[in-house]
């Protein structure tokens, strides 16, 4: 007989929603009143369902920690497994999957909330909206666009901030730099127009790689483990971000899935692709925004949970440094880029989940954190790229 347990990290939370009343709609009428109800979330699965109290009831009959027996001819225990909210040692394919990545849940040290956060934040096969809704990226929104988003949500919020009343203003000496480091700071931008007939030099590549993933240092950590030295900070010296290199168009480099070896400064092949494949799976994996998709090369930036939950053992704020790590690594890439003459760009707008699963990772294992790119700029300007008026305070 086969056997169950509650997954790890259920969560239940209410939800409002509107019910038909019986009265009125026996009398003919529909009125809707409000009501509120169950849902569970399953970060085994990263989707939340409507649970009845019956179901609640038989999951709470099953302690996350203990197998008991399966109920033989259990409809509600059968859909709770299939939810990702109860774990069985059957040997079924996608609930083996679920057992298996609740283990690795638990053996990982995540954090409750954390995970949560995560797995239920995490996209797959999004495509976001079509140019022009993006009014977001255009230099200034289409009137009309603008005026709708005013209207229903009101003005935004002032760009600069200032305290209603300061116990004091000092004004600072005023003397900005442009040459090295502040002048590289002054180009940085984000690129939305790559040339699509060009290639990038494989010793640009090779520069990029190097100068913003390469190890400079190392010091042991514990036994004959390091803790890096890289151009970036990382929490705790740990450098859980790891980077896949989609590349695109590379002169003498096969388009391809690759996996940057830090240890050696070298590229593993995950899978060779075609033009057209490596474009589309590029696309894919930016939820759509061609115009990231067409950079000479994507780097997709994944966090390797444990080799910092190792060391943080399910603390609240660890998985938060995970995303400042690859907030800091896409800073250093766009000034390389910017020191090289090449666009860059950043972005969270990503199918991590698709990423996950070309790149074979467990997702509670190794998972997406962002994607930033970098290529040969088109010429001239495009309109995804706003203008900014020079500014200098006061
Ligand atoms: C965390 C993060 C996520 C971003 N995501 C997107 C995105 O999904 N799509 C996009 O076009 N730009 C994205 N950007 C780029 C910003 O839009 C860009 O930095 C901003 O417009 C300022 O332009 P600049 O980088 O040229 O100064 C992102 C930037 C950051 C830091």
Redesign the pocket.
């Known amino acids: 007989v086969s056997r169950v347990c509650r997954a790890p990290f259920v969560f239940v939370r209410l939800e409002e929603t509107e019910l038909l009343e019986v009265g009125a709609l026996l009398r003919g009428g529909t009125k809707l009143s409000p009501a509120s109800r169950l849902v569970a979330l399953s970060v085994l699965t990263g989707d939340e369902s409507p649970l009845t109290p019956e179901e609640l009831e038989r999951l709470l009959a099953f302690p996350e920690s203990e197998w008991a027996d399966r109920p033989a001819d259990d409809p509600v225990v059968d859909s709770l497994l299939e939810r990702g909210l109860l774990l069985t040692d059957e040997d079924d394919p996608q609930l083996e999957r679920l057992r298996r990545l609740g283990e690795q849940l638990e053996s990982t040290q995540w954090h409750r909330h954390a995970t949560l956060f995560h797995a239920m934040t995490r996209w797959r096969g999004v495509e976001?909206p079509e140019l022009p809704e993006r009014a977001e990226?255009l230099p200034a929104p289409p009137e009309e666009y603008a005026a709708q988003f005013v209207a229903e949500f009101g003005p935004p919020p002032p760009h600069f901030y200032e305290l209603e009343e300061p116990a004091l203003v000092i004004d600072l000496p005023f003397d900005r730099h442009d040459t090295g480091l502040y002048a590289t700071l002054r180009r940085?931008?984000?690129t939305?127009a790559f040339d699509p007939e060009a290639q990038l030099p494989s010793e640009q590549l090779a520069t990029i790689l190097d100068t913003v993933f390469g190890c400079y240092g190392t010091t042991e950590l514990q036994g004959d483990s390091l803790a890096l030295k890289k151009t970036s900070p990382s929490a705790g010296s740990l450098h859980p971000i790891e980077v896949y290199p989609l590349l695109l168009r590379i002169a003498g480099i096969e388009p391809g899935l690759y996996h940057y070896r830090t240890r050696d400064h070298a590229l593993e092949r995950v899978e060779a692709l075609d033009d057209e494949e490596a474009s589309s799976l590029a696309t894919r994996f930016v939820a759509g925004?061609t115009?990231?998709a067409g950079a000479q090369a994507l780097f997709l930036l994944t966090a390797r949970f444990y080799r910092s939950f190792w060391k943080y053992r399910r603390h609240e704020r660890a998985y938060s440094t995970l995303l400042l790590d690859a907030?800091h690594l896409?800073q250093t890439l766009?000034l390389v880029a910017a020191e090289l003459g090449l666009g860059a760009?950043?972005?969270?707008?990503i199918n991590g989940a698709d990423i996950e699963e070309r790149l074979g990772l467990d997702p509670v294992v190794e998972g997406a954190i962002?994607v930033c790119g970098a290529g040969v700029r088109a010429a001239g300007r495009s309109e995804l790229?706003?203008e900014y008026e020079p500014y200098e305070p006061r």
């Open positions: 976001v990226l940085r931008r984000t939305r925004q115009y990231f907030g896409s766009y760009f950043v972005t969270a707008a962002a790229e706003p």
